[in-house]
Nanobody, 117 residues
Framework: QVQLVESGGGLVQAGGSLRLSCVAS????????MGWYRQAPGKQRELVAD???????NYADSVKGRFTISRDSAKNTVYLQMNSLKPEDTAVYYC???????????WGQGTQVTVSS
C-alpha cells in the first residue's frame, strides 16, 4: 500500500507564490514517476506537471514558466513551486504516483489553492 500526503496549499493574492509538497510512504521501491494534477469546481482534473523516474519534466502549457516540479528521491517527496499565481490557478491540487513496474496509480487527498484577484 502507498500513501501520499500533500501540504502547502492556502490562500494567496495574484502574483504570489506557494510551494506544495507531497510525501509518499508505504511499499515504494526505487524512483517512480510522480506528478501534480488539479481540479477546479465544475471542471475535469487536469495534469499540471509531472516528473519521470529519470527526472524529465513535463508541464501544462498554462503553467509553463511559472511552475516548477522537483523531487527529493531520498525522501520520496515531490514539490511544486508555483510563482506568479493567477486566479485561474485556483483548484484542489492532487499528488499522483505511478508505482513501477505496472504503473498502478495512487492519489493524495488533495490540497486547496485559492488565488485572489
Amino acid at each position: 500500500q502507498v500513501q501520499l500526503v500533500e501540504s502547502g496549499g492556502g490562500l494567496v493574492q495574484a502574483g504570489g507564490s506557494l510551494r506544495l509538497s507531497c510525501v509518499a510512504s508505504g511499499s515504494i521501491f526505487g524512483i517512480n514517476p510522480m506528478g501534480w494534477y488539479r481540479q477546479a469546481p465544475g471542471k475535469q482534473r487536469e495534469l499540471v506537471a509531472d516528473i519521470t523516474s529519470a527526472g524529465s519534466t513535463n508541464y501544462a502549457d498554462s503553467v509553463k514558466g511559472r511552475f516548477t516540479i522537483s523531487r527529493d528521491s531520498a525522501k520520496n517527496t515531490v514539490y511544486l513551486q508555483m510563482n506568479s499565481l493567477k486566479p485561474e490557478d485556483t483548484a484542489v491540487y492532487y499528488c499522483n504516483l505511478r508505482l513501477r513496474p505496472f504503473l498502478r496509480e495512487y492519489w493524495g487527498q488533495g490540497t486547496q489553492v485559492t488565488v485572489s484577484s
